[in-house]
């Protein structure tokens, strides 16, 4: 068989804007009746875009730095088309970390892949998004960190975002006025509109956000999902209440330029108002990952849950559509799709 792959050619540099010519597509002959033990083959189903996958071209964090001539990481759905294990079925749909390639062999062992056990669900791309690792992330940050309470004030930055559009819709769902951050007009409008938002400030347009916070949040800020840091952070913290909670879930703002960094100069406020910032790696609590996926179906069903996907069509769109994600344009999740499952009579 021949399978394509996404191979880094180079380092992106810390201040890179463009990310599309990093990248190169190559092909190789593969045979998938090769196999080691406790090993499989996954076939390549959808490729998660995420601002994450930026930081790994950059340094080790959970995962090995992906360098030149690796190819590239991505969370993924993929499904078992041979298995030298028990524990994976052929058929099988499973997620976890793939790469940007149509097939990959993976020892489970080495590399945590969940059987996703809804092989008929209407939509698997959700998989990598609302009922993957956006809503995992966007329900534990929220719930387990947040600890919300009906009639709080929550603020979200990146609200059209992949996670944040999940925890605007969380949040009201659960009970909470909802401040959505975003940057631009478009996506204020669905951050109020589709998502239910009580209100949205456009961080490109506001030349002053701790006065637009205080207008939008009288009674102060209960909860704050942070997925920028830095100056936006800053300004959140300049109106918390006494025991707000603070999830850090991300810092965007640093992404593409790593030693620009700005530091806070409201940390004190953490200190006057007893709060808690915690930052959020939703893998540990995996052993809750079944409770909170059958509850995030619910909400789906019921139409209270709102998501917005953007699929791309073939490996050989991947580049651009992590280009895509930093360029802000999107609204809701990106994800590549690579290949289709196969039929049960051809596995």
């Known amino acids: 068989m021949i399978n394509q792959k996404m191979i880094l050619t180079k380092t992106p540099g810390s201040k890179a804007k463009d990310l599309r010519g990093y990248f190169e597509l190559k092909e190789e002959k593969i045979d998938i009746n090769t196999l080691g033990e406790g090993e499989v083959w996954v076939k390549v189903l959808y490729a998660s875009v995420d601002p994450v996958n930026r930081v790994w071209l950059a340094a ?4 090995d730095q992906v360098k030149p001539g690796d190819v590239m990481k991505a969370f993924g759905l993929g499904q ?4 030298n294990n028990k524990k994976f079925k052929i058929g099988s749909i499973v997620g976890g970390i793939l790469e940007w390639q149509q097939y990959l062999k993976i020892n489970p062992a080495k590399t945590r892949l969940t059987i996703i056990p809804f092989n008929d669900y209407p939509n698997l791309s959700y998989f990598t998004s609302v009922l993957g690792i956006n809503g995992f992330t966007a329900y534990f940050g929220l ?3 947040g600890k919300p309470k009906p009639g709080e004030t929550l603020v979200v930055s990146t609200a059209a ?3 944040g559009s999940i925890v605007c819709s ?14 631009a007009d478009e996506k204020c409008e669905y951050v109020k509109k589709v998502l239910g938002a009580d209100e949205c400030i456009n961080y490109k347009t506001t030349k002053d956000m701790r006065a637009a916070l205080k207008k939008c949040c009288p ?3 209960d909860v704050y999902f942070d997925n920028v840091g830095e100056e936006t952070l800053d300004a959140v913290l300049t109106e918390i209440n006494i025991g707000a909670r603070i999830i850090l879930c991300g810092a965007t703002s640093t992404y593409l330029d790593f030693h620009g960094a700005k530091g806070l100069s409201w940390v004190a406020a953490v200190i006057s108002k007893r709060a808690t910032m915690q930052g959020l790696n939703f893998g540990i609590y995996k052993d809750k990952f079944p409770d909170a996926l059958i509850e995030l179906m619910g909400y789906i069903d019921e139409g209270k849950l709102r998501y917005n996907e953007t699929i791309m ?9 992590l280009q895509l994600l930093f360029d802000g344009k999107n609204i809701g999740k990106i994800v590549v ?3 289709d499952p196969m039929e049960a009579s051809k596995l």
């Open 170 to 183: 969380l949040g009201k769902i659960w009970g909470c006025r909802v401040i959505g951050i975003a940057g």
């Open 313 to 321: 069509n073939g490996l050989k769109e991947a580049p651009s559509a």
């Open 80 to 83: 078992i088309v041979n298995s």
């Open 161 to 163: 975002g992949a996670t």
């Open 60 to 63: 080790k964090t959970y995962i």
């Open 219 to 221: 009674k102060g800020i």
């Open 143 to 145: 719930k387990e960190i």
């Open 337 to 339: 799709k690579v290949g």
